[in-house]
Every structure is written in C-alpha cells, then in structure tokens.
C-alpha cells in the first residue's frame, strides 16, 4: 500500500475521530442545557412557595393552603433530589467509578419500596401505579443499591411519559428462563423505533414540537441500562407510538451465581407492548 493511501486513511481517520468528539460535546451540552431546565423548575417552585408560606401573614393564607403549599414543597424537593442524584450517577458511569457489591436482593421487598419512593409524584401528576400479581421468595443476585436505582429511574420515565388519569403498571414475577424479573409498563404515547434508540443514549433529549419541550424520558432508560448490564442482568424495552412502552430488568437467581444468561433479545420498538394488564 502506498504512502499516499496510508495517509488519506490516517486524515479520515483524524476526521471522524474529530467529528465524534464535536458530537459528543454537542450531546453534552445540550444534556446539560436540559438538565439547567430540570433543575431550576422545582427550585423555583420550593423558593416561590416558601415565600408564601413565611410570609403567610400577607398574604391571608389559610390553614389548608399552608398544607398545600408544603405538600408541593416536598414533591418539588423529592424532584430536584432525584436529578440530583441522577447528575451523580451519569457522573460516576462517565469516570468508571461506579462499584458492584452483588448479593441476594429481594424482589418484591425492592419494588414496595420503588413504588413507595415514586408514590408522592406520581399522585400529584395524576397517575396510578397499580402493583400486580405476588410471588413469594423471588431472589435475584446482584447489587441491590445499583438495581434500586434502575428500577427508579424506569418507575420515573414511565410516570414522566404518562397523562393524567393514566396507570402504571408493575410486577415482579420469574421469567421462563428461571431469572428474576420487574416490568413496569406505561399508557403514554410510547415511541417510534428511532426515538427508542434515542431514548437509550445517556446524552440525548427528544424533542417534541416546535416549542421543544423536553417530553423523553431524559436519561433514565440509559442509566438503568447500565446499571442493569454492569452487574450481569438483563435490560429488555418494547414500544410502539400510540401503545406505551413496556421494560423488564432481570437478574439471575440467587441461588445460581453463575447461571447462564437467557438469550439475548433485540430492544425492539417494532413489536406492541403486552397489552394485557395482568402482564404488566
């Protein structure tokens, strides 16, 4: 090969070494750009109704307003707490510094506690979370904090996606490969197939309309996915627009550390989500 064909590659290889960076700072940006928005709007609610609240006086504020007032500073806290910690955990994925301290987790203990977690904002958003089917003694293996966190972050997107007087449904039950399974499904507008992919990339935002509000589901669904995928488990996602979105996260039995995986299924915005409500 040619001394001129060595170096045509090695300048369109600098090229798209360079193009991939502008992207990457691009997404970054406009990630960050989301997240400003993200993070003023429950401060600013938390700051305009403690105003009222301490100046209650001048206001004429009765008894139940007040408790209204302090019911909305709390869900605007609990909001601007979980992107906080989002901001932490997209840091520490960015640094590699993320640590995996497996163990057995208990399910259906786990997804109490999720659906208690995202209880208060989803009421005040309207929506019903609707916890399904019960299975006794469902053990996974792997990091409980790490899969918690997962399971939030989907609880979170399907809630952000969903209209008033919609419903969320959950369940953790035993999939047919033996691991153990939470699906959460949602009734919002789901997604095309390219908005899916879009949705599982950390740094990317999707736009809806000309007034691009920010409607996606942020970074959720990628930070879940990794989470989910670092410690040996399972992501799946299934959409279609007009059909909502439906996720499962799995992880192996606890009593088989070393279980081999199910086989691997494309994330797939092509097939409907189950629409049968006993299978969430």
């Given amino acids: ?21 502008e992207l990457a700072i691009k997404a970054r940006s406009e990630f960050l750009a989301n997240m400003n928005h993200e993070l003023r709007t429950p401060l600013n609610a938390i700051i305009g109704f403690a105003t009222m609240l301490r100046d209650g006086e001048d206001y004429g504020l009765s008894a139940e307003q007040q408790r209204s007032y302090s ?47 995202a209880r208060v904002r989803a009421e005040a958003a309207g929506i019903e979370i609707k916890r399904q089917g019960e299975c006794a003694d469902l053990l996974g293996w792997g990091d409980a904090e790490r899969f918690s966190q997962a399971l939030d972050h ?38 095309t197939k390219e908005d899916l992919y879009e949705a599982l990339e950390a740094f990317k935002e999707l736009h809806r309309g000309l007034d691009r509000s920010f409607l996606g589901p942020g970074v959720g669904y990628a930070v879940a996915k990794t989470f989910v995928e670092m410690q040996g488990g399972r992501f799946h996602i299934e959409s279609r627009p007009g059909q909502g979105t439906l996720a499962r996260i799995s992880l192996p039995p606890a009593d088989t550390l070393y279980a ?9 915005a092509e097939e409907p989500a189950e629409r049968d409500h006993d299978a969430a």
């Fill in 260 to 268: 081999d995986p199910p086989e691997q299924e494309e994330s797939s």
């Fill in 154 to 191: 989907l609880i979170q997107a399907a809630v952000k996606l969903s209209h008033e007087g919609s419903q969320i449904y959950v369940r953790a039950s035993r999939s047919g490969s033996g691991w153990a399974e939470i699906a959460v499904r949602d009734e919002g507008d789901g997604f």
């Fill in 71 to 117: 019911e909305y500073i709390l869900q605007s806290a609990d909001l601007l707490l979980g992107h906080i910690n989002t901001l932490i955990e997209v840091a520490a994925l960015e640094s590699g510094r993320v640590e995996i301290n497996q163990g057995p987790i208990d399910f259906t203990s786990l997804l109490d506690e999720a659906i208690e977690r």
């Fill in 1 to 21: 090969m040619s001394e001129l064909v060595f170096r045509r590659r090695a300048e369109l290889e600098i090229r798209a070494a360079r193009i991939e960076a």
